[in-house]
């Protein structure tokens, strides 16, 4: 059973109602509403599209003057990606959903990425996506980004993720107050009091880059690194995780403890 919203609304709220548009249809095996309250509610194998964006869930209960929805076991296909959780609420106009806001068990899955976080908001028309709460951010082959709360801009194409955040890869790990980072993570930068550990050198920075495809890291500012028994202070510090090859630029000082001395 398939309802146009702006027919549900006129029906229901016995109001009169535009008919630009496709509009927002809902379909499942059972559909009830209340014209006294204007609550619809949908059980069984629920779908609701604005043409553009489509909701799946077992259960939808939708306030028709309120004019936002509350969807149970769901996910919701968008351009940004699909996204999946345990509650899904959304708002909408006669014809387009406006704003989705999901928590219990979500995430969000590009092509790029995968994240989970405890709530994920998506504005669609705009093109917006934030996350908060154990931000937990995958892409492969090896990077995976922790925070507390991530934003993103499909017109930017760029990802913020607020901490503080840790970036994971399998040869080691860099720590800062937040990062910034191109569409799936294959170049992020980490600013504010890095600390970096990467196979067997350890530093820190005011900045870091870490560049997934080419295998490199690359410390900026006040940057100090230590391997070993050797330890140095430059301006900038290239490390090449696959080759352990490390290239130091601004050089201000550089001591090499001497074998069997106490640290």
Not at 16 to 27: C, D, K, R
Request: aromatic residues 6%.
């Amino acid at each position: 059973m398939k309802w146009h919203a702006g027919f549900l609304l006129a029906v229901l709220l016995l109001t009169p109602v535009p008919t630009l548009g496709a509009g927002v249809q809902i379909s499942a095996t059972r559909i009830e509403g209340d014209g006294k309250t204007g609550v619809l509610v949908a059980r069984g194998n629920v779908r609701v599209s604005d043409g553009l964006i489509v909701l799946e869930g077992g259960q939808l209960v939708a306030d028709l003057r309120a004019r936002q929805a509350l969807l149970t076991g769901g996910t919701v296909q968008s351009r940004e990606g699909l996204l999946e959780a345990s509650r899904i609420q959304f708002t909408f106009t006669g014809f387009r959903i406006t704003r989705i806001l999901a928590w219990q068990s979500a995430s969000f899955q590009t092509r790029r990425a995968v994240v989970f976080a405890q709530t994920v908001e998506v504005w669609p028309r705009e093109g917006r996506l934030t996350a908060s709460g154990d931000v937990r951010v995958f892409t492969p082959p090896d990077v995976v980004a922790f925070g507390s709360r991530l934003t993103y801009s499909r017109a930017l194409r760029r990802v913020l993720l607020e901490g503080p955040v840790r970036v994971q890869t399998g040869q080691g790990a860099v720590r800062g107050g937040s990062l910034e980072a191109l569409e799936g993570l294959e170049e992020i930068t980490v600013h504010g009091n890095v600390q970096l550990d990467y196979l067997d050198v350890i530093g820190r920075a005011e900045a870091a880059r870490v560049l997934a495809r080419e295998q490199k890291a690359v410390l900026v500012g006040g940057v100090f690194v230590q391997r070993g028994r050797e330890a140095l202070w430059a301006d900038r510090v290239t490390i090449f995780y696959s080759t352990r090859r490390v290239v130091a630029e601004g050089v201000r000082r550089m001591v090499v403890e001497e074998e069997g001395r106490a640290r």
